[in-house]
């Protein structure tokens, strides 16, 4: 048995937020009760954590592990490894593979990986379409039938209406949620940056909030007549979150994430030395998709994850090597690593007041535990599987190029101070 | 002090942008003593983005300060067959290479090549972001044209320059705005809101209207762009005619300019869609000023960046 005394746990499952002893049997919570009201009987490793926070293993359902096919970027082991040292303890992987995990081939393949990683737990997610080309829908039930819990095209988005409604009513039949990365191709095509104050300044095209817009009322419309589950992938605009909340006082069963990129950056990030110093290229390491957007829009997003229109936090861990991003804006890939970064992000809110603990970490526990369906995670209630981490709040470090465990080093974030720190994560029971 | 590149206008100080083209002015009143500046020195002409006349200008500029040019074709290059932009600059750096002028279709791509190699850079123009020497021209030959006295610090105080046209793809504009500003003019943008720039938040003091001849007649130059066809500009105007009925410089509209305004327009010229042929040939029609100068600023900015000029 392992005793972890004195910590202050937070798990909003169970609506706990106290001084607590955590007691882990056999990879199972086995209780978390008053401080000292544990004896010593069985206990072989014994931890004082006060100080520290425990809280539910994180939970992470928009990550890239690039496995299969793009292994110089991330594999299945080093992306778990950079969840477990980010505090997660639960990942799902995009379908963006080569070959795309559009059949249960693959999707066993990536589960056979992840085993042998035994690092973290890997929920894959599979292709809505056939090499995600927006043709053809996948073999979706055969994945379901070997583990897949959500299904999306992400960064492909399905153009076709009339396939998305099909493909909503079919993931239906095995519950699937159903994600969609929102964005209208022939408004944002050839525009490698939010259309902004920014993107007039550089003479770059820009991508419209209106790209977002219409693709999530478009979904929220299909989701109105299927009745599938819809989740809106990483939300940039403050039209989105319009939509999203309309659709939820609607009834309809619709969740949004937010990457904490878009919590904690705008346009203007582009700009290295912000507003005023800019004889220089846009930094491809702040590119992504969608782009990131004014301050207003980052202003929204962080009053939607607060309220809990925005249901939840997900990284959007996308690896790539320098051969991708030393390059010319437009020509440099999108997106940037996240598993290590989330945590300390989101710490930094909570430090300046704009979201709760407990609202942090049901965005990163209970929100994706209940999107993708895994009803014995991203709790701490007794006889659940012993998938939690611990955080020093209060130990201050600055991030390093060689802190991150990814392949992949493409991060704005390095160099940055931050205060709280993941100490430790465990998965079933063992300490990753 | 000029900079070690010219990469942007904005950023650049202004009494160092005013430098740029007093130092112009003395090699226009007597070049040839400025013939060996560049003795000894090889300008690389890294066109990646296709010019013709934007590298002769330059390589006119580096032979009449004494400097060699080596030119870069990027249709039989190496970036053909999938090398990057780095790997590709690094390798003709070390071919004995002093300076850069670049020309490349991504915006900001000349910080990344001045970043890597160290070397000076000059930007010909990247993407729609900025074009310097062709605002350091333009600049120039409207001080020409209207007298100004470029030793005060504010030479272009009150005067109040209009470009019409697709302003949103333009790097020329993006550089005359912020020299324009720098040196203490106005700029008023006119054109179709599909050619637009959106937001000129970050363009302090710019002025945007649809149609031109709702201030044609109180500015004091008028700059027609190039409507680019080649941009993909027939989704974004229904028709030339279209476009000459409402934003071409006509002899009638330019019957309203007040009598002093030149007229420029950076070439090539679309005789008939943006600008009609008598008003191209007519005498404020400073077409050819500009080409003549752009020559002059350009041995400015490579005898100030490669040849230790000092203003």
Known sequence: ?432 | MFPDHLTTIRGIAPDTLRNFLRLGKKIKADPASFSTVLKGKTVLQFFVENSTRTRMSFEAATRRLGGASIAFAAATSSLQKGETLLDTVRVIQQYGVDAIVMRHSSGGSPDLVARATGLPVVNAGDGSHEHPTQALLDAFTLAEAWGSDLDHSKPFTGRRLLIIGDTLQSRVTRSNIHLFSALGGEVILSGPRTLAIRDLSLFPGVKKVDFPDEVIGEVDAVMALRIQFERGHKSLIPSVEEYRTFWGLTEERVSKMKTSAPILHPGPMNRGVEIDPEVADSARALVLDQVENGVIVRMAVLGALVGGLRA
């Not at chain 1, 795309?100 to 081939?105: C, R, S």
Request: include cysteine; hydrophobic fraction near 40%; proline fraction near 5%.
């Open chain 1, 1 to 432: 048995m392992i005793r972890l005394k004195n910590a202050r746990v937070i798990d909003p499952s169970s609506g706990l937020d106290a001084k607590l002893d955590v007691l882990v049997e056999q990879g199972v919570i086995r209780a978390v009760d008053r401080p000292g009201s544990f004896d010593g009987t069985g206990v072989a490793e014994s931890h004082d954590l006060n100080g520290c926070v425990i809280a539910p293993g994180f939970i992470d359902v928009h990550v890239h592990l690039r496995e299969p096919g793009f292994e110089h970027k991330e594999t299945v082991h080093t992306g778990s490894l950079a969840a477990v040292r980010g505090g997660f303890t639960s990942i799902a992987p995009m379908a963006n593979t080569d070959p795309v995990n559009d059949n249960a081939i693959v999707t066993r393949f990536i589960l056979d990986r992840a085993r042998s990683a035994n690092l973290a737990r890997v929920f894959p997610i599979g292709a809505v379409t056939k090499g995600q080309k927006g043709e053809e829908l996948a073999e979706i039930g055969l994945m379901a039938k070997e583990g897949i819990r959500a299904l999306s095209d992400d960064g492909m988005p399905v153009m076709n209406s009339a396939l998305m409604r099909r493909a909503m009513e079919y993931a239906r039949m095995f519950d699937l949620p159903v994600i969609s990365h929102a964005e209208d191709a022939a408004l944002s095509k050839g525009a490698p940056m939010t259309e902004g104050a920014v993107s007039s300044l550089l003479g770059y095209p820009g991508n419209p909030n209106a790209s977002e817009e219409i693709m999530v009322a478009r979904e929220i419309a299909l989701c109105r007549a299927t009745g599938a589950r819809v989740h809106l992938a990483h939300l940039s605009t403050r039209e989105g979150v319009a939509l999203v909340r309309r659709a939820k006082e609607d009834g309809l069963p619709v969740t949004a994430e937010v990457t904490p990129h878009h919590l904690m950056l705008n346009e203007f990030s582009l700009l290295r030395g912000g507003h005023e110093c800019v004889h220089h290229q846009p930094r491809t390491d702040y590119k992504m998709a969608p782009p990131l957007r004014s301050e207003q829009d980052q202003e929204a997003l962080r009053e939607a994850l607060r309220s809990g229109v925005i249901d939840l936090v997900a990284s959007d861990h996308a690896p790539h090597g320098c051969v991708d991003k030393e390059v010319e804006f437009e020509l440099a890939a999108n997106g940037i690593l996240g598993l290590q970064t989330t945590v300390p992000l989101l710490l930094e809110l909570v430090e300046q007041g704009v979201l709760s603990w407990s609202r942090m970490i049901e965005s990163l526990t209970l929100a994706p535990a209940r999107l993708l369906g895994l009803r014995d995670l991203g709790t701490l209630q007794a006889g659940k599987p012993a998938d939690l981490v611990v955080l020093d709040p209060k130990v201050e470090f600055t991030l390093r190029r060689e802190d991150l465990v990814s392949i992949s080093e493409n991060s704005p974030f390095i160099g940055r101070k931050f205060k709280g720190k993941v100490l430790k994560t465990m998965v079933g029971g063992d300490w990753k």
